[in-house]
């Protein structure tokens, strides 16, 4: 929880002018990606933007996806905790029925969490546009397996802390309008969850406090 906070205060610190641009092409959100990877390393945490790769494989599509990984050792053991800044948008499907919009709503903005975790989310997003879709007599594409879906955080990667320079446009010191307006929307995002979380934390904590009452009731009964 402390380096989901530590996340998510460094994405509402990042300012336009962080973001560089470091692909002479489309840069789809990467500036922010090696933005909030400097924040991250600077904060003493071993953090690399990862790019993965796969080739098509019988009807799943070959493709690539970035994403950032922090790397924890403890005890001669390392652990891998995966961000990816653009979550919800993996999930998203035509003509979604109500019931899944509110799955889809419930997702985090940013993920921030194990590999394991994700395989679990995976699986239950798959599940429920494979029924939005069919409440809706459209066909399940493949491209909403969970093969594909996995492949973009389970396949080989490379760890990278900087862009290669042979990326980067010649006026590095511009800002990719697709980034800003990528940050802009990502950070109210944010924000409007954090806001919503911390109003329903005290309702938690009186359930919490009411659940830990009725079982001490009911042990008092039970002694009687």
Same mark, same amino acid.
Request: glycine share 6%; aromatic share 6%; net charge neutral.
């Given at each position: 929880? @402390?380096?989901?906070?530590?996340?998510?205060?460094?994405?509402?610190?990042?300012g336009e002018t962080d973001l560089h641009s470091v692909k002479s092409g489309p840069c789809n959100a990467s500036c922010i990606r090696y933005s909030l990877v400097?924040?991250?390393?600077?904060?003493?945490?071993?953090?690399?933007?990862?790019?993965?790769?796969?080739?098509?494989?019988?009807?799943?599509?070959?493709?690539?996806?970035?994403?950032? @990984?922090?790397v924890?050792?403890?005890?001669?053991?390392?652990?891998?905790?995966?961000? @990816?800044?653009d979550f919800r948008s993996h999930?998203?499907?035509a003509r979604a029925v109500d019931s899944y919009d509110r799955i889809l709503n419930s997702l985090p903005v940013v993920y921030v969490?194990?590999?394991?975790?994700?395989?679990?989310l995976l699986q239950l997003m798959v599940e429920a546009a494979r029924s939005s879709l069919k409440q809706n007599s459209m066909p399940f594409p493949p491209w909403r397996s969970l093969a594909y879906l996995q492949a973009k955080w389970y396949s080989p990667y490379q760890r990278q802390f900087a862009?290669?320079?042979?990326?980067?446009?010649?006026?590095?010191?511009?800002?990719?309008?697709?980034c800003k307006g990528?940050?802009?929307?990502?950070?109210?995002?944010?924000?409007?969850?954090?806001?919503?979380?911390?109003?329903?934390?005290?309702?938690?904590?009186?359930?919490?406090?009411r659940l830990k009452h009725d079982r001490a009731r009911r042990s008092s009964f039970r002694a009687l």
């Open positions: 929880m @402390d380096f989901l906070s530590v996340v998510h205060s460094l994405i509402l610190s990042m400097k924040l991250l390393r600077l904060s003493g945490y071993d953090a690399a933007v990862c790019v993965s790769r796969w080739q098509r494989s019988g009807k799943v599509p070959g493709g690539d996806h970035e994403y950032i @990984d922090v924890n050792y403890s005890n001669g053991n390392s652990e891998r905790v995966i961000i @990816d800044i999930f998203e499907i969490g194990s590999l394991t975790r994700l395989k679990q862009p290669l320079e042979h990326d980067i446009s010649g006026n590095s010191s511009s800002c990719h309008k697709q990528h940050l802009r929307r990502l950070q109210p995002s944010l924000q409007s969850e954090l806001e919503a979380e911390r109003l329903l934390k005290p309702i938690n904590i009186d359930n919490s406090r």
